[in-house]
């Protein structure tokens, strides 16, 4: 071939239009770089809650990698299981279920994710809502005793028990209530607890808010649900999907910076003693880095122009804040995204970017 | 000095590095002339020649019919053997066919003691007109019409693209650097053409040695008009006219508007260093620099080359293929043309001819759009590549219709960060023919 440069005059040439070239980032680069950024906090996952969690996210993921199959295979459409978007379906919806969650529950959680949520709308790029999302609210619905008891318990938790023991006096009963359940459901019993047990609103706040506490909070050796107690490690996947130019800016800085903001507002109105703890607490808990780095990003569920993603993200945050200091739940992030998902088409209709010469 | 840039944009790998400094040489004369008609935007030019005429280098062989059209010369002297359809990287279209023979007379090398200072604006025009320039970035769009803008547009700046912001591409890099004081020249006779005195060439800050050789220029001449050069971000589309005009000027070009609208004409490297040589030497545009490059030919450069030498001819002169390219690209991987015959000559337009790898080229079906919105994060332009295209994909042209297809550049921004591999400007493109068509 190259002794003679004419004979290429025969060889097939591919015809197609500009450009002739393409970025590297493919949806299944694209896919498994999240399930990378998962990975700290998985691993975290299971150093504290043990082996039991390991077991309930390999159960989310197959489960959903299976749905995919099936559902595809059904609607005879190219199985694209590789692609690592069912895997980070499932993923996430074990990250969503508290650590002793029963497993058929996280099965039934990603089959409803994949098949109801993601490929009876159409599949990858079509569906409306978030589908890890949609299905812990469908999980939370169907089994609420399952989807808030299950919390791990720490054995001689030094931080917590010292606290309590030491400044305290808490009887055994309050103790059990306070550090079994996730951070901000501690905080919303706490309230309740504060006729009971004779403790003042400024104790609770000592107890629940003290630098030691977000130290806990920021590293995340708290309960919770499997996948949104290490902020920290949260936060380094987010940036390494930064990095990678996976996600950009605007979702996670405007839902956090929205829960931050309005939340130390609302705290310093009402005269709650060291507000700014409270907010930096509920930043750190909650699933909010979970939520706001790994779902409210979800590329399909979210506004495609930079504008909407601001919007989306502040929206996510005002939601999310009065779920919490309003609501029913002691957490708001899933229900914020996925009534944000909604409103996802009206978004992008109205903000759309600044046309070039107008 | 580095200026804010525009909106959106990409960073696709330069790959200029494989020609990058590589001084010009001569590609062999061709011993077949294949001269398309139309290598321009516009009306085509009419073939003034029968078979079996003998011509010289550089004759009018083809007449340009009408204002926006441009001249066709013979690129070497020699007989007339057919003048027929051939294909182009345009369409199949009638194409002077010469066989090369007898002497190179080459009248126009020897008339170089013409001054800038003795040439009326109207004999500039002239020469530009018959020498058949057109601009030679891509577009082709005859230079004389841009030169002479309607008299309710009062133009006050001239712009020089040395941006050349196309990945693999080096030849204006290269033109610059080896010709910075023709190049100022012609600027200055371009600024005289105009009848105006600034002029500024923006040049990407990946080639500043180009720009130095071009400052050096302007310090030792010390030229009248006021001409400057900036450095610009290296970002794709830089080199874009609106983007380019923005970047240095401040000014947007209005939606569905022209350059002059905002006091603007806008001139390829290549194509002021054409005006300098038709005008100063009455030479037409019979040959032009390109760049040779990809990973599939073995001796990549930056040549001159004469108009009408097909692929193949280029392809043996440059050493051969190392293998079977997966495609062949006629100017930059971004807007370039794939071609699939190596019979197709070089035209007026023609920046550079790529051999590129399998691994050097976007391959594979495409998915359905997941909504990631890099490819409105990329738009210079302000545009909603996804959304247009899935209307267009779904024959919805209604609905692509109001997302502003016409204002697309066609940079392919949109399409080079896909992660789903959707020919977004191809669906864009589809939408205005549609538009034309209805018109």
């Keep these: 071939m190259s002794e003679n440069g004419n004979k290429g005059s025969n060889a097939l040439l591919a015809v197609s239009s500009p450009p002739h070239i393409r970025v590297i980032n493919s949806i299944p680069s694209i896919m498994w770089t999240v399930v990378i950024a998962l990975l700290p906090a998985m691993a975290f996952s299971v150093y504290s809650f043990g082996l039991r969690a390991a077991l309930v996210l390999v159960t989310g993921a197959v489960s959903a990698v299976i749905a995919e199959a099936i559902m595809q295979f059904l609607l005879k459409k190219p199985v694209t299981v590789k692609d690592g978007s069912a895997v980070i379906t499932g993923i996430l919806v074990a990250m969503n279920v508290p650590p002793q969650a029963p497993l058929w529950m996280v099965s039934i959680g990603s089959f409803f994710a994949v098949i109801i949520v993601k490929q009876l709308f159409g599949g990858l790029g079509f569906n409306i809502f978030n589908p890890a999302l949609a299905a812990r609210a469908f999980m939370l619905a169907s089994w609420p005793v399952q989807m808030t008891t299950g919390w791990h318990t720490f054995q001689g938790v030094s931080v917590l028990a010292g606290n309590v023991q030491n400044t305290m006096g808490l009887p055994e009963k309050a103790f059990d209530a306070l550090t079994q359940a996730t951070p901000l459901a501690a905080f919303k019993e706490g309230a309740k607890l504060l006729g009971e047990y004779n403790i003042t609103i400024q104790q609770l706040s000592d107890f629940l808010f003290s630098p030691q506490m977000l130290k806990t909070h920021f590293m995340g050796n708290m309960g919770g649900c499997i996948g949104e107690t290490s902020a920290m490690l949260l936060l380094l996947g987010g940036i390494f999907m930064l990095y990678r130019k996976v996600i950009t800016w605007h979702v996670p800085v405007s839902f956090i910076g929205t829960v931050g903001i309005l939340t130390l507002a609302y705290y310093n109105l009402i005269g709650y003693p060291s507000p700014h703890m409270v907010a930096l607490s509920n930043i750190l808990s909650g699933g909010l880095f979970l939520g706001a780095f790994f779902m409210a990003t979800d590329m399909v569920t979210s506004p495609v122009t930079g504008k909407g993603m601001l919007l989306f993200g502040i929206g996510c945050g005002i939601i999310t804040f009065v779920i919490r200091i309003w609501g029913g739940y002691p957490e708001g992030v899933s229900y914020s995204i996925l009534l944000m998902n909604a409103l996802v088409p009206l978004i992008d209709r109205f903000l759309k970017p600044k046309l070039f010469g107008t | ?439």
């Design chain 2, 1 to 439: 000095m580095i200026f804010s840039s525009f909106r959106g944009g990409i960073h696709p790998p330069e790959n200029k590095h494989i020609t990058e400094g590589m001084a010009f040489s001569n590609l062999v004369i061709p011993k077949t002339c294949y001269i398309p008609m139309q290598q321009h935007i516009g009306a085509p030019a009419r073939p003034i020649v029968k078979v079996g005429d003998i011509v010289e280098e550089g004759q009018l062989i083809g007449e340009a019919t009408g204002f926006v059209s441009a001249n066709v010369h013979a690129s070497v002297p020699g007989k007339v053997v057919d003048i027929t359809e051939t294909l182009t990287v345009y369409q199949k279209q009638p194409t002077v066919i010469i066989e090369a023979e007898g002497a190179f007379t080459s009248s126009h090398a020897l008339r170089d003691d013409r001054k800038i200072e003795d040439i009326t604006a109207e004999e500039i025009f002239v020469k530009i007109r018959s020498a058949g320039i057109v601009g030679l970035g891509g577009a082709a769009f005859p230079t004389s019409v841009k030169l002479s803008p309607p008299s309710e547009t009062a133009i006050d700046t001239l712009i020089v693209n040395g941006a050349e912001c196309e990945p693999y591409l080096t030849v204006d890099d290269m033109l610059m650097h080896t010709f910075p004081r023709q190049i100022i020249e012609g600027i200055q006779i371009t600024l005289k053409a105009l009848g105006i005195k600034k002029a500024i060439v923006g040049v990407e800050n990946n080639k500043i040695g180009a720009v130095k050789a071009l400052q050096k220029v302007l310090q030792e001449v010390k030229p009248r008009e006021d001409i400057s050069v900036k450095a610009l971000r290296t970002k794709y589309p830089q080199g874009a006219e609106k983007q380019l005009i923005y970047t240095l000027t401040g000014k947007e070009v209005p939606s569905r508007g022209l350059p002059m609208d905002v006091g603007i004409v806008v001139q390829n490297i290549g194509t002021v260093f054409a005006i300098r040589e038709a005008v100063l030497f009455d030479k037409p545009l019979f040959e032009r620099y390109i760049t040779v490059s990809g990973k599939m030919i073995n001796k990549p450069g930056n040549y001159k080359v004469r108009i009408g030498t097909r692929i193949s001819e280029i392809v043996e002169d440059c050493g051969g293929l190392k293998g079977d390219p997966a495609k062949i690209i006629i100017g930059g991987p971004m807007c370039g043309l794939s071609v699939h015959s190596m019979d197709i000559p070089v035209v007026k337009g023609t920046s550079g001819i790529l051999f590129l790898s399998r691994d050097e080229v976007n391959a594979g079906d495409f998915s359905p759009c997941i909504r990631c919105g890099k490819c409105v994060a990329a738009c210079p332009m302000g545009l909603l590549p996804c959304d247009l295209g899935t209307a267009v994909e779904n024959n919805r042209f209604d609905l692509a219709n109001n997302l502003n297809p016409s204002d697309c550049i066609m940079c392919g921004s949109c399409s080079y960060s896909c992660p789903a591999n959707r020919p977004l400007s191809h669906f864009i493109k589809l939408a205005q023919e549609r538009i034309k068509q209805k018109k």
